[in-house]
């Protein structure tokens, strides 16, 4: 392709121009018409799409329903969670105009590229974050008093962690140290050395001690090789005292974690807790 030509797309704007070129060259170029499904929620994911021209819909199917997320334009990119994570697919994608072209990046392209140009795998992982952030946000009772530029300020505040199979985040009686979302990878929580539940990407931890300012009343362990981001009790807590109305929520979330409690409980074990404590 002609160099003037190529879309702009942030995540390769650290690569050279040749690398970029043959990036291009390496990859193929799909074509599609609106309504062309290119991922489907539930499969398996071994590459990720960076859209070169047009547009696609991101969109979950809750059983029947389907409830649209997104809209992404050229420059965007989609796909990564999975790959990054090797979970399955947890939404649709289709193209939404006419003539959408997609770059398909896959696995062992990414490699060689993350190896050779180690700003793009940062890159990702940064976006990654940040998508990941925001898809939290929006759908939590937890942020909803906040206004875009302030999640935006939020997500700054957030650090990374990666933790090995079985390191204990919070302990039981312990007060939490931080709110924590799981960006890849299982938490268990434990009560005492009974499983009560499993915790994967987008889930938050933590911030049921942190609001009632009690001991959690459970154990989160690493299940397996995990990666989180985790919002320090100090900061949590000076959020809480910019956004007073956070506190309003506290009972309703309290009512609404101890129903989850109630539906995991009727599957839990009978020697385990009558419900899932809060975290």
Do not use: W
């Amino acid at each position: 392709p002609e160099p003037g030509a190529l879309p702009k797309i942030p995540l390769f704007s650290d690569l050279p121009e040749d690398a970029f070129i043959a990036l291009f060259e390496r990859c193929p170029l799909r074509r599609l018409e609106p309504t062309d499904v290119v991922i489907q929620q539930g499969s398996l994911g071994d590459s990720f799409f960076v859209i070169c021209a047009g547009s696609v819909k991101v969109f979950r199917n809750d059983g029947e329903v389907r409830r649209d997320i997104a809209t992404l334009n050229e420059g965007a990119f989609f796909g990564e969670m999975a790959l990054l994570s090797g979970a399955p697919r947890t939404a649709s994608v289709e193209a939404a105009s006419e003539d959408t072209q997609l770059l398909e990046i896959s696995a062992p392209v990414l490699t060689e590229l993350s190896h050779k140009y180690p700003p793009v795998a940062q890159a990702l992982k940064k976006f990654c974050r940040q998508r990941l952030l925001t898809n939290v946000m929006s759908s939590s009772a937890l942020f909803a008093p906040f206004s875009r530029t302030e999640r935006r300020q939020l997500i700054e505040r957030f650090r990374a962690r990666d933790v090995q199979k079985g390191d204990v985040l919070i302990k039981e009686g312990q007060r939490s140290d931080g709110m924590y979302v799981v960006l890849s990878g299982e938490i268990e929580v434990r009560l005492g050395l009974h499983p009560v539940a499993s915790l994967k990407e987008g889930d938050i931890f933590g911030e049921m001690s942190l609001l009632t300012k009690a001991p959690a009343t459970a154990t989160c362990a690493a299940a397996r090789r995990t990666s989180l981001l985790r919002l320090p009790r100090e900061d949590f807590d000076q959020i809480v005292l910019s956004h007073p109305q956070i506190l309003v929520l506290v009972s309703e979330l309290t009512d609404e974690r101890k129903k989850q409690n109630a539906a995991l409980a009727s599957h839990a074990p009978k020697s385990a807790a009558e419900a899932m404590p809060m975290v």
